[in-house]
């Protein structure tokens, strides 16, 4: 009989999380969808490309909204099993609140695991595609920005031509050994120059240890510098925002590609910060099934269930908040990047554990 009970609460509890996941899929799908026809408008596109990219894009955004799906399932899963009496026959079977909120639960910290190595690496392929498939019909394709394996790489438009520049390390606002190409409008090379190091916290950036070679009529003309000041349309905090984006980067790849990713440029706190977000999404989903459980289970009487849905939205809407707040102190460097993953999943916690001890006196 314990078989059974268990089998009936877990797929009712799956079927609950899909019909959650469909409607907010549909949410989104609509809001998306008018976004990416706006970005399409002037572009003489068909309606399909709008329609795939937005395909593409929504199952990385159900991830990132998936503990607040997670929530709103446990919370209407709850209610329809009070409010049918379910939850006063599986008490009579021996299944006190603690233990049904222990089964949700660890069936969301399961399948917060599941999502991250089954899941999550399809979904980051497609938002690879969405982000390459976008890019094309981008009109700022002119100006482009890489980070490789053979480091850092930048091309802009002049007035009188083309620079490009590479570097082979970049570390915060500093980049060690750049060549600079200056090209005109034919990409016959004017100039190149050469630098061990460079400051690039503002567009001017600063050069150091540096040798210009200027090609006037084929004819090379050489000079050594200690500096020079060069303008450039990226600074550090453009060239990090253009690879803030790890969406594009799994679970997986976080882990097995760490040192490699670090290497190539990009950024550690970020790097680290999306690594702890995705390693906190099971304890989320844990936490938040023990939020609706404590709204829901204080009571075997029937309630009307808006009132419920209120103050499910109400607290949806302070742990969104809660969050940003904690990713903003991160990003301000009044705590770590990392921390700020981990705090909301603390303060849940905390807020949980009073909570499911007195429900399970009930």
């Known amino acids: 009989m314990n078989k059974i009970l268990l089998r009936y609460l877990l797929f009712t509890f799956f079927k609950t999380i899909f019909k959650v996941t469909l409607i907010f899929y549909c949410f989104v799908l609509i809001l998306n969808l008018f976004e990416e026809i706006e970005f399409f408008k002037n572009l003489g596109v068909t309606v399909f490309i709008p329609l795939k990219l937005t395909a593409l894009f929504i199952p990385s955004l159900i991830i990132k909204m998936l503990p607040f799906i997670i929530f709103i399932s446990s919370l209407w899963f709850l209610l329809n099993l009070r409010n049918s009496r379910d939850l006063l026959t599986l008490k009579v079977y021996g299944y006190s609140n603690f233990r ?102 503002k567009n001017q950036w600063s050069l150091f240890k540096v040798r210009v070679v200027k090609i006037d009529q084929g004819i090379p003309e050489e000079k050594n510098l200690d500096e020079l000041k060069v303008y450039s349309k990226y600074d550090q905090i453009k060239i990090n925002s253009l690879f803030k984006n790890f969406d594009a980067m799994s679970f997986l790849d976080l882990i097995l590609n760490y040192n490699d990713l670090q290497n190539r440029g990009y950024n550690k706190a970020y790097l680290d910060q999306s690594l702890n977000t995705m390693l906190s999404l099971p304890f989320f989903l844990f936490m938040m099934t023990a939020l609706a459980s404590i709204l829901t289970m204080n009571t075997l009487r029937t309630s009307n269930n808006f009132t419920f849905i209120l103050v499910g939205l109400i607290a949806c809407v302070a742990v969104y908040y809660f969050k940003d707040l904690s990713l903003a102190l991160g990003q301000t460097d009044r705590v770590s990047l990392s921390l700020a993953a981990w705090i909301p999943v603390a303060v849940i916690g905390l807020f949980s554990s009073i909570g499911i001890l007195q429900i399970n006196e009930k």
Do not use: C
């Open 100 to 201: 049904i909120f222990f089964i949700l639960a660890l069936t969301s910290f399961v399948f917060g695991w599941l999502v991250l190595f089954t899941i999550n690496p399809f979904t980051s392929t497609m938002v690879k595609y969405y982000e390459l498939t976008k890019s094309e019909y981008s009109r700022d394709i002119d100006h482009l920005v890489a980070i490789n394996k053979n480091g850092l790489w930048t091309k802009e438009n002049l007035k009188n031509g083309y620079r490009i520049i590479s570097a082979d390390e970049i570390n915060r606002n500093i980049l060690r050994k750049i060549t600079i190409f200056d090209l005109d409008k034919d990409y016959n090379l004017k100039r190149k120059v050469y630098s061990e190091i460079a400051d690039i916290s």
